[in-house]
């Protein structure tokens, strides 16, 4: 899942990265994060002063597993503000032939005066799936203008397809062009062109283009950012949802076109099963994945789950600056 937009529009791109970086004073990525933390597959923005977090819904907990809100002032102490809709928008079910116990790998992203949420409908192991969207005109639930409007279907897979349409996160090319990654196991990840206007697939390029594989093996998340002449990929490898025995780490590519192709640090394709490793678990928080990239004036933030020993293995949210290397490669700040 994804680049966030702290403001800006469409039409002026190059605006908005000035104005992100005029936003109130980014505070350092904290080194423990307090209060409802409880997250998987985390997308990160900013409205004003305050911090939002979107997640996979809990198939046990608030709205029909609806996709989860959390809010924060300091990236330290986060609360749980509700979910994006009380009921699952009937036509997913209709697509996928029943109800779904949850709704996954929300991305949020702010163009056209609008919020935009994308977000996946499947079943575990299945590419009978949907991306879907949401709007908003703000994020604050206090406002009048608050509400969330469903937008409907972005793109769908079918169980003859090659690839699964699940962890959407929206970019921008350089020219202000938006595109959209998702994909997870079968052929990997794969990009379509949005229509700047409508949120929805543009349909002057109807090219499915591919961008990362592992020949069928484990690969998904995907989230891209741009930095210094490159957009750089970020995938999770390996095995999620296994509490502490989940196998999920973090890699990275990166291309001078955001359609790719993307190479590791090796010089090896990101569509031939490269990769470089950003972070991987540890002895307390094991399976680090489900990432987004929120870039937060003129920090890059990595906002990720991971699973923690302590806690029975529940995935809990986790934030970490990036540092760049010499040669323009990413690093985790410890804080």
């Given amino acids: 899942m994804r680049r966030r937009v702290c403001a800006g529009t469409l039409l002026n791109v190059l605006l908005g990265m000035l104005l992100m970086a005029a936003c109130s004073s980014a505070p350092a990525a904290p080194s423990t994060l307090q209060g409802d933390t409880r997250t998987h597959d985390p997308g990160m923005i900013r409205q004003g002063d305050t911090y939002y977090v979107f997640s996979t819904g809990d198939e046990h907990g608030l709205n029909e597993g609806n996709i989860q809100i959390r809010k924060s002032k300091d990236l330290v102490q986060w609360e749980l503000v509700g979910t994006v809709f009380q009921k699952t928008p009937q036509w997913i079910a209709s697509e996928l032939a029943g109800a779904l116990p949850n709704l996954w790998a929300p991305d949020i992203s702010y163009f056209n005066n609008k919020y935009h949420l994308y977000y996946s409908g499947s079943r575990f192991g299945s590419n009978n799936s949907v991306i879907a969207l949401a709007t908003n005109t703000t994020l604050d639930p206090a406002s009048p203008d608050y509400g969330w409007v469903d937008q409907g279907m972005i793109i769908r897979s079918r169980p003859s397809y090659s690839w699964n349409a699940i962890d959407p996160n929206l970019a921008f090319d350089t020219g202000g062009v938006p595109w959209l990654s998702f994909g997870s196991f079968w052929t990997g990840i794969k990009m379509r062109r949005i229509d700047p206007t409508t949120g929805k697939l543009a349909p002057e390029d109807e090219k ?39 196998t999920y780490k973090i890699m990275v590519g990166r291309s001078p076109e955001i359609t790719g192709p993307y190479t590791d640090r090796d010089g090896k394709r990101m569509d031939q099963g490269g990769g470089h490793l950003v972070l991987e678990g540890g002895e307390r928080y094991r399976g680090p994945g489900g990432q987004s990239v929120y870039v937060d004036g003129d920090v890059y933030r990595l906002v990720y789950h991971a699973y923690d020993a302590t806690a029975g293995g529940t995935p809990q949210l986790q934030i970490r600056d990036l540092a760049w290397t010499s040669d323009g490669w990413p690093t985790v700040v410890e804080p």
Avoid: K, T
Avoid at 221 to 246: E, K, M, T
């Fill in 208 to 246: 499915l283009y591919s961008l990362a594989s592992r020949g069928g093996g484990a690969i998904e998340a995907p989230a891209i950012v741009y930095r210094d002449g490159y957009y750089y990929l970020f995938v999770s490898f390996d095995r999620c949802c296994r509490g502490i025995n989940s």
